[in-house]
């Protein structure tokens, strides 16, 4: 798996310099315009916790890598009601009606977001165990990179508003930084591929930081162009 890895460390490198993440480093816009796409992450991150639960979570587990899997699926699968609470504390409970909300979800500006969730659950139903820990841990370096990127962000909002943002802040990246550089990451490094799966889980790590990197670019176009939705209000 040690290549898989290697693979992932090389796209994430890239992924950390798109232009989303070049545009929440820019101190010369203010953390809430830096921050304004953040509604429009809502229906992935929602349906991430499902995805964990009903579609990468096996039990029994049949075998150890399994068990990583579902160990991954306990740790990730309630992540999004710190969401809400964030969404809660940055103003945007008031900002429509719930039908004018369900539509901009469902509309076709947020489609990437909705397509993440479909194409991740295709992959991931055709994928073995072992692969499946290819997708996850392709999945938290992304997440590593928003979360790294959203953290300054959410220092700046604590320290002039005095709101503290789980989601956005120390408490949610201290927990998934804490859960990809452990030991676990030590032993995945370890588990030996046969040649074909190897290129299984380099296919579908590509596969992955694509999805990833197309979403980066629906959400960019939401901070940049001012939806009414997308704007905080402190
Ligand atoms: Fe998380």
Redesign the pocket.
């Known amino acids: 798996m040690k290549t898989v890895l290697k693979k992932i460390s090389e796209h994430k490198q890239a992924y950390y310099s798109l232009p989303l993440f070049l545009y929440m480093r820019d101190s010369s816009r203010t953390e809430e315009e830096r921050l304004a796409f953040y509604p429009c992450m809502a229906h992935f991150t929602l349906s991430f916790g499902d995805l964990n639960k009903y579609i990468l979570r096996e039990e029994p587990a049949t075998d150890v890598c399994q068990q990583r899997v579902n160990l991954h699926t306990y740790e ?1 699968d309630h ?1 999004w009601l710190w969401y809400l609470e964030d969404f809660s504390k940055l103003g945007f409970d008031h900002l429509c009606s719930p039908t004018t909300w369900m539509r901009f979800l469902w509309s076709e500006e947020t489609r990437k977001t909705r397509i993440l969730t479909y194409q991740l659950v295709a992959l991931i139903s055709k994928a073995s165990a072992i692969e499946r820990l290819a997708i996850i841990e392709a999945i938290e370096e992304t ?1 590593n990179v928003l979360f790294n990127t959203m953290l300054d962000l959410s220092k700046a909002i604590e320290s002039r508003s005095g709101i503290e943002l789980r989601y956005c802040g120390e408490f ?1 990246f201290g927990l ?1 930084s804490g859960h990809s550089v452990g030991s676990d990451h030590i032993e995945i490094a370890e588990i030996p591929l046969d040649e074909s799966t190897q290129a299984n889980c380099l296919f579908l790590v590509e596969k992955v930081f694509e999805l990833f990197e197309d979403w980066t670019h629906e959400l960019l176009s939401h901070a940049k162009g001012g939806h009414t939705l997308v704007r905080i209000h402190l």
């Open positions: 990730d992540h997440g949610h998934e």
